[in-house]
């Protein structure tokens, strides 16, 4: 039955709304990084700048080594996403089709990491990087993040969704654990792996406490990190911050834009079943 029309016009307005409050502050960031300082800080603010003013682009990039900011996020970013794909997987698997004892305890003391906040991990993870002389390293970006307890819950319970005959008939072919997980459950968890993928790679390229508490070399910084640099204690160029935001935030639209289906498909799918 088809709702009324006063019904979905309010539903529509209200869609249009929270597009507006998620949409509006990106246009704002992309307006201010075209404006001069004085327009940034007028009041009342201006929506439009004329003229654009794209050096504010260049003065970022030369304040800044963009390069090599974006070379460390790439690795970090490509590294943790691959290992929690991995590592999650075979966790989740583990926990979903195997059988063994204390199964079940461990997946709980799994799903317990969850209810514990991040902040508590940082001394300790800050300490075992001291101790493995990691320090002001890209390594140090990587290892914490290989693994998430979230990551191996969401894949646990897409592999609980997968059916068992083609498992029983892989299992009587001859075929062990580890080649049905590679050859069998991974193909059929890739709506899932994407969505994860999207999630980490997200969280890596944006993640600004750890990197600013492991590293402060310049040169093992990570874009959010050293764009915080660019905040002054007595004054801050608001256009030329906002400009390296810009630059610093488009990978992660452009990789959303392309794989959206795959990460809503893949969300979906994991909370079909308990």
């Given at each position: 039955?088809?709702r ?6 309010a ?49 970022a990039v030369?304040t ?9 996020t790439?690795?970090?970013t ?26 079940d ?11 514990v906040?991040?902040?508590v ?25 290989l693994?998430?307890?979230f990551?191996?819950?969401?894949l ?6 997968l ?5 029983e ?6 075929a ?14 890739r709506?899932?792996?994407v ?7 997200v ?8 990197p ?24 801050t ?16 639209l452009?990789l ?15 909370g079909?079943?308990?």
């Amino acid at each position: 039955m088809k709702r009324p029309i006063a019904a979905r016009t309010a539903i529509h307005l209200v869609l249009v709304l929270g597009a507006v409050c998620m949409v509006g502050p990106f246009l704002w960031m992309v307006l201010t990084s075209l404006k001069t300082m004085g327009q940034s800080t007028q009041v009342p603010p201006i929506l439009v700048p004329w003229p654009l003013k794209w050096s504010n682009y260049a003065d970022a990039v030369g304040t800044l080594p963009f390069v090599q900011f974006y070379l460390n996020t790439t690795i970090a970013t490509m590294a943790k996403t691959a290992g929690q794909i991995l590592l999650c997987s075979l966790a989740g698997y583990s926990f979903a089709r195997l059988r063994y004892p204390g199964r079940d305890v461990l997946f709980i003391l799994t799903l317990s990491l969850l209810m514990v906040p991040g902040q508590v991990y940082l001394l300790p993870q800050y300490m075992i990087m001291k101790w493995a002389g990691w320090l002001n390293s890209v390594t140090a970006l990587i290892v914490p993040g290989l693994f998430s307890a979230f990551g191996t819950f969401l894949l646990r319970q897409f592999f609980l969704t997968l059916p068992r005959d083609v498992e029983e008939a892989a299992r009587i072919d001859g075929a062990n654990p580890l080649q049905i997980y590679w050859h069998i459950a991974l193909p059929l968890a890739r709506s899932a792996m994407v969505a994860l993928g999207i999630y980490v790679a997200v969280w890596s390229w944006n993640d600004f406490m750890w990197p600013m508490i492991v590293n402060d070399s310049p040169a093992k910084m990570t874009l959010s990190a050293g764009l915080a640099s660019l905040q002054g204690q007595y004054g801050t160029n608001y256009p030329i911050l906002m400009a390296g935001a810009v630059l610093a935030v488009w990978p992660m639209l452009l990789l959303f834009g392309f794989l959206q289906k795959q990460f809503i498909e893949g969300i979906a799918l994991t909370g079909s079943k308990g």
